[in-house]
């Protein structure tokens, strides 16, 4: 089994959820920051950056909520993205108030159903600027990320 | 698209500098590569003349053309061994279509010999230079008073100035002493108080001769200053302006000065091209001497390029360049660096209110930056209204397309691009490029 962990990350609280979630996986999967200007160009080169998820089996997909959105980032990556179709997607956002949860799940449903793919599971961590991503919501995500990786493997037996 | 912090205290962080990092690492010489397409005009309207033909074999700066014809050319070398392949109309990097020379090297970069320079020869030592393809304006050179060095870095990401100075400050001294032997005309380095680190080196290159001195400024020159002197002085000569110092000024390049010397006295045809390459597709930012019409695709991917998803490439620079079509484009002459990152688009109700484009609110930031003193704002609505007339009287063309009053704005208004749509409406042209991005926006 491979992963990817594509995220957006502004103060750095989606990159310690993102970090969370990759030593949940085992630290094996590719990660790429979408560090972009507001003209769309990244800034920084990142090595394992590329349009196409054909080599991937499972998806990640993380922001931070916007006007109860995901970020444009991450949409505008979502929709330029090519061989999505019928892949396993997770989905995690980080965002100041806990009841944009529904409206940042609601949006990000709509994204990958426009796109065919699968969405396995949402995970949404409420932080305050920082102030209340705590340890325990990090170990959390973590262990979402172990919960997945227990289920795809019950769901495809033959993928190690 | 960050929401959270306010505009103003956005504007206020300074810029990323890409050239901070890149001085300490010496310039890699690139490998000669497999293909070169060799332009053999400015312009389209230039004449020219071609002295090979398809299936030709030739030898590295043998010459197979000239820009201009006459007495007024500038002579093109080949820049790499072996055959050629076709000429006709290529693509070029600024204008779309011109007529070039493509040839495919075969890898053995045999040198074709050219005598230097040698006084009992009785030639003109520009005719010598013009011979060997250093671009100089050769029309003024010998009548003027002041020649200036700019070594400011406009472009934030770049620093081939300063990296060819502290590299070949002893060739570009002599380059400078020659000119200055020839034209009687005394020499001035422009250095921005921000470039520490050449202000040293310049002092102790210019200790030798008299005539030279060093000049410090608070804000980098861009490249089209030389246009703007270049149009006044001609406009001088006619007599439709009065002669003023300006008029007899010429802004050169250290890189030309560095390849004054070798044309003189190594006999080196003007062949290579000192380039930065940077941006998000890159591994490493770098500064590279290329042969001249290397394709850039060659180049993205000898620096370590990401070529599959680059997907937008500027040559000249974030700030004054030309975003390009096509990677099968060639480095050409006074190509300073090419910039090549990774993109997305984002949709307009996506974005963020911050970067979505407003109305012009009156703050007048624009008109406090601008180099050309200009009122950009106005220029910018006189036409968006259409009336491009208007626009030419309140100074449309002395505008130099820096970008500046587009970076400050904080209603996103894309000042530069409609600048650039009202010159080349005057001038009865129409470009894709420059509507595809403004298209986004309405008009």
Known sequence: MKAIIIYCSKTGNTEKVATAIQSGLGGNADVIRLNLNNDGMLREFCPDFKFD????????????????????????????????????????ATGGAIFSRSHAKG????????????????HYVTTLLGPLLTKRKLNKAKNFAAGIIKRFKADHPAAS | MDGLIPTFQRRDKI????????????????????????????VPEDAYEVFVSVGDNVKTGQEIGTIGTGTDSLSVHATVSGEVVAVGEMFHPLVQHVASVEIRSDGLDEHEEHRPFKYSDKTDPFDFLRKMGVPLEYRRIRNVSTIIINATEFELCFNSRERII?????????????????????????VE?????????????????????????????PDTVRELVRKKSIAAENGREKKRSIHSTVIINPDVLAAVHDAYYLGLPFIN???????????????????????????IEFAGGNIENTRRVTIGGALMGRPQFSLEVPVIRKTRGIYAAIALTFQEERKSKFYRRGPCIRCGKCID???????????????????????????????????????????????????????????????????????????
């Open chain 2, 369 to 443: 930056v601008c180099p050309a003193s200009l009122v950009p704002n106005h220029l910018a609505e006189l036409i968006e209204h259409r009336h491009f007339e208007e626009a030419e009287e309140q100074g449309l063309f002395s505008c130099l397309e820096c970008g500046l009053c587009y970076y400050v704005c904080p209603s996103i208004i894309p000042l530069v691009e409609l600048v650039k749509l009202g010159k080349l409406k005057l001038k009865g042209r129409d470009s894709l490029l420059i509507f595809n991005s403004y298209k986004t926006h309405s008009f």
């Open chain 2, 15 to 42: 810029p990323h500098y890409d050239n901070d990092k890149m001085p300490n690492s010496h310039s890699i010489v690139m490998p000669v590569p497999g293909k070169v397409i060799i332009p053999l005009q400015d």
């Open chain 2, 273 to 299: 091209e000192f380039l930065s390459i940077v941006g998000s597709a890159v591994r490493t930012p770098q500064n590279l001497w290329t042969r001249m019409g290397t394709l850039l695709v060659d180049v």
């Open chain 1, 107 to 122: 949006d990000f449903v709509e994204l990958i159903e426009a796109r065919g793919a699968e969405l396995l599971d949402f």
């Open chain 2, 193 to 221: 108080r921000r470039q520490t680190g050449i202000i040293k080196v310049i002092r102790n290159l210019i200790a030798v001769s008299e005539k030279t001195e060093i000049k410090l400024v608070n804000k980098p020159y």
């Open chain 1, 53 to 92: 998820l054909a080599a991937y089996d499972l998806i990640f997909f993380g922001g931070w909520t916007m006007v109860m959105k995901m970020h444009p980032f991450l949409t505008a990556y979502i929709q330029r993205c090519e061989n999505i179709g019928g892949k396993k997607v997770v989905g995690f």
């Open chain 2, 166 to 190: 502290i590299e070949q400050g002893k060739k570009i001294a002599e380059g400078l002493r020659l000119l200055v032997f020839s034209t009687g005309a005394r020499a001035v380095f422009l």
